[in-house]
């Protein structure tokens, strides 16, 4: 075979008509996914370069990313993917650290994303999931997967329905109390798990500890609140729920790569031209 050429796994033909899941990978990735336990379905294994030409040929159901994979092109895959596909979940796959790609790909409309290394079985079982939620309901998968910032927790919890109700009450709890001192322990009674537990579980459905999540959205809410020209940096701070002006400044530049007078300049003043 070819090395540009698609590997496709078609089912048998006395399967019911789909459309077929794409997966978007690398080279060396390639076998692995061929060897998904997912017969049933019609499984298109792609390289990065690929993409585009896939997307102007056919609708898919699902799409999995696996982002060690050039991950600016799978990035801007993905954007176009959900563009055309708003109601097909996106699934994508990162290897430690990821966390602000992560957050890129939970921005541009990925579903879920698994922290590499990731059990072929699981996956398969997360797929089939996935697929039985959008055969079965496709306008109420659309509104969920284009559910808009900024009520991010809730948006996520949504997206997330298999996760343990203990999280979910975490997320939600996380977005409405986000300018009040949360702490772990806290955040474990909300789950309902002992604080070990707690801190474990949540590393390993988010990829982040609870406190690092917590900054994480302090930061989305400072960007939202930077577009009100008129207050002062210190006042965002203070509105977005940090404690003092330098731990501000630290998270958003970690999170953001500038710093909160950067990004307001560069996004106040495109508008401003336009006017």
């Given at each position: 075979m070819a090395s540009?050429?698609?590997?496709?796994?078609?089912?048998?033909?006395n399967r019911s008509v789909k459309n077929p899941l794409l997966v978007i990978t690398d080279e060396e990735s390639r076998e692995w996914f061929r060897r998904l336990p997912l017969p049933e379905e019609c499984l298109e294994i792609i390289?990065?370069?690929?993409?585009?030409?896939?997307?102007?040929?056919?609708?898919?159901?699902?799409?999995?990313?696996?982002?060690?994979?050039?991950?600016?092109?799978?990035?801007?895959?993905?954007?176009?993917?959900?563009?055309?596909?708003?109601?097909?979940?996106?699934?994508?796959?990162?290897?430690?650290p990821a966390e602000e790609i992560k957050f890129r790909a939970l921005q541009l409309g990925a579903r879920d994303c698994w922290i590499k290394p990731v059990d072929g079985n699981e996956l398969r079982d997360w797929v089939r999931?996935?697929?039985?939620?959008?055969?079965?309901?496709?306008?109420?998968?659309?509104?969920?997967?284009?559910?808009?910032?900024?009520?991010?927790?809730?948006?996520m919890a949504d997206r997330c329905r298999s996760l343990p109700e203990g999280m979910i009450r975490v997320l939600r709890h996380m977005e409405k109390h986000l300018s009040d001192d949360l702490d772990l322990a806290g955040l474990a009674r909300v789950a309902g798990m002992s604080r070990?537990?707690?801190?474990?579980?949540?590393?390993?459905?988010?990829?982040?500890?609870?406190?690092?999540?917590?900054?994480?959205?302090?930061?989305?809410?400072?960007?939202?609140?930077?577009?009100?020209?008129?207050?002062?940096?210190?006042?965002?701070?203070?509105?977005?729920?940090?404690?003092?002006?330098?731990s501000f400044c630290k998270y958003f530049r970690q999170f953001e790569q500038m710093t909160p007078s950067g990004y307001r300049h560069a996004r106040l003043e495109p508008s401003k031209e336009n006017r």
């Open positions: 540009g050429e698609s590997v496709v796994e078609r089912p048998p033909k390289l990065p370069w690929q993409a585009a030409c896939c997307l102007l040929r056919t609708a898919y159901d699902l799409v999995v990313i696996d982002l060690d994979a050039e991950p600016e092109i799978a990035l801007h895959f993905l954007n176009d993917f959900k563009g055309r596909n708003p109601s097909s979940p996106a699934l994508v796959l990162v290897s430690p999931h996935l697929l039985s939620l959008k055969r079965q309901n496709p306008v109420s998968r659309d509104r969920l997967d284009n559910a808009p910032y900024p009520e991010f927790c809730q948006t070990h537990h707690f801190c474990r579980s949540f590393k390993r459905y988010f990829g982040l500890t609870p406190i690092r999540f917590l900054n994480y959205l302090k930061v989305q809410r400072a960007k939202r609140i930077l577009m009100e020209n008129g207050l002062s940096l210190s006042t965002v701070a203070m509105k977005a729920g940090f404690n003092d002006y330098g």
